[in-house]
């Protein structure tokens, strides 16, 4: 994988030493990748020290796209790229929408038209008009190491069935996070 300065680092680099949910993103301009990392975005760096977790997100587009991408969603914790999508292709991550009728992420609070028309928007005005990646991939998410042991694993069947973030946190022992915007209850 690149960093967002192009250095090369071995994926095995990513989980080998610490337990790490790794994040694999459809491409950089898909509106329902940029409103789940929006959301992973909101994890504590506090709650993941206290686990000793790492999360990390991974695209398929150029590095010359993690700082934007980053600045855009608020996502302050570690983005690498896999531009040849070898790591998407050695894991079987699938290509094209599949099942459609999928339980729709919670994360994700856009509909699908102004969804679409706001990824192209940011297509059409980035300063190298691409889609930041293969538009047909499909992402997933991980929960591997320390060392070889993958813990969880779930492939998206299409660009609305990504895993509740809340769901991975707890599997990887990390305190879970309020992601609405509404005052919690507590009942005494």
């Known amino acids: 994988v ?5 250095r090369s680092i071995p ?3 990513l989980y080998g030493e610490h337990k790490a949910i790794v994040v694999f ?3 950089f301009l898909c509106y329902t990748c940029k ?3 929006e959301d992973l975005a909101k994890v504590p760096k ?4 206290e686990a000793n977790v790492r999360l990390i997100v991974i695209g398929q587009s150029s590095y ?3 700082k934007p991408f980053c600045s855009l969603t608020g996502y302050t914790h570690e983005m690498y790229v896999d531009p040849q999508r070898e790591i998407y292709k050695t894991l079987g991550m699938r290509r094209g929408e599949g099942n459609t009728v999928s339980v729709r992420s919670p994360h994700v609070k856009s509909n699908m038209l ?7 928007w940011r297509a059409m005005t980035s300063p190298a008009f691409d889609f930041q990646g293969d538009p047909s991939q499909q992402g997933g998410a991980l929960i591997l190491g320390p060392g070889n042991e993958v813990l969880f694993s779930h492939f998206d069947k299409n660009r609305l069935d990504h895993v509740p973030i809340n769901t991975v946190l707890q599997l990887a022992g990390v305190k879970t996070v309020n992601f609405t915007n509404k ?4 009942d005494i």
Do not use: M
Not at 46 to 49: E, N, Q, S, T, Y
């Open 35 to 37: 409103e789940y990392v």
């Open 11 to 13: 994926f095995k680099a």
């Open 64 to 66: 010359h796209h993690i």
């Open 25 to 27: 993103v459809r491409n």
């Open 46 to 49: 506090a709650f993941l020290r």
């Open 2 to 6: 690149l960093d967002a300065d192009g």
């Open 183 to 186: 005052a919690q209850i507590i």
């Open 114 to 120: 102004l969804g679409s028309i706001r990824s192209i």
